[in-house]
DNA sequence: GGATAAATGGATAGTCAAATCCACTAACGG
DNA sequence: CCGTTAGTGGATTTGACTATCCATTTATCC
């Protein structure tokens, strides 16, 4: 469902958010933290610091923190930062002039993309976190919130 | 959210299923009608054959037909058959052991793909057709049915 | 100011899906 | 039986994504 990048870019975004506001982290802090190989977590960081998303210092002492509040950084912000995202199908995929309705066959399938969409849309990073200050993101402990859509157990 | 191949399939066995049944279609009467380049066509037509959703004859008058009635196949068994379909998330994707639950971001995530996956799983080509024999697939029409979810109209 | 720490930018392999091509086999028609 | 039609199987090319490496710039500490 997302690529490698977005997987890792979550994971430092969220990281990050753990951390005490303005702390520093380097890239090898947040590699060691979220498992992410040092030099493609680099490569990322740094689409997230032209983003916006994170804000960068340099030299000694420095590192990555968050550029805004948790409660500013949606999950979708971040995978349209690598190109995840599934997108919505906006035109007949055959190249069929005319419909203004797509067919029952590309109706379903963006139905799907659009509910994963919203969500992601409307979740922060802040959100993951829980309001809870137990919970632990990056599976470092069991807890596990509801985020509003019943879990399907298959 | 599809790769191409899977993309590709849906339309060749939609098209398939709206042909009166057991009547023959070549891989260039599809290709024509799906718009998919021909030399594509074949293999994705090849693997829906090894895996039983449609039936070959070969030589003149030859082509493929579905091996089994529309409603006996589901959009899921399609993506499978291209290692399409997103994959649920089973175990902590950092590696890390002994946790039973997933952490809060790949419990979203994964909820996400189990959303979907249920709806794959349970609609039928038949069901995209739809009831009404008046409805038309393929963007071949201004038909739009409602598969059960609210469509997103953003 | 020199040494060290750390992010930046660009260039470079590896891997996999998308797409194409060609030689081969099977079935039907005259 | 011979030719045409059409599916089968394998080899190959292309491009995007994953991943790595190195030289450079910036900042801090002594």
New interface residues.
Partial sequence: ??NQSA?YA??AV?HLATLPADQQASAGDISDR??VPIPYLQKVLRTLTRRGVLHAKRGMGGGFCLAKSSGEIT?LEILNAFDSS???IET?????KG???????????D??????????AT?TIHD???SDSE???????????S?G?P??N?
């Fill in positions: 469902m997302l997987e979550l994971r969220v979220t498992k999950v599934p997108q919505r007949c995929p055959l190249g069929i419909h203004t309705h797509l067919c029952p066959l590309h109706t379903l399938i139905e799907q993309v659009a509910n994963a969409q919203r969500v992601f979740t993951i976190l829980g919970i632990r993101p990056l599976c470092d402990g069991l807890a596990r919130v985020l859509l879990k399907d298959r």
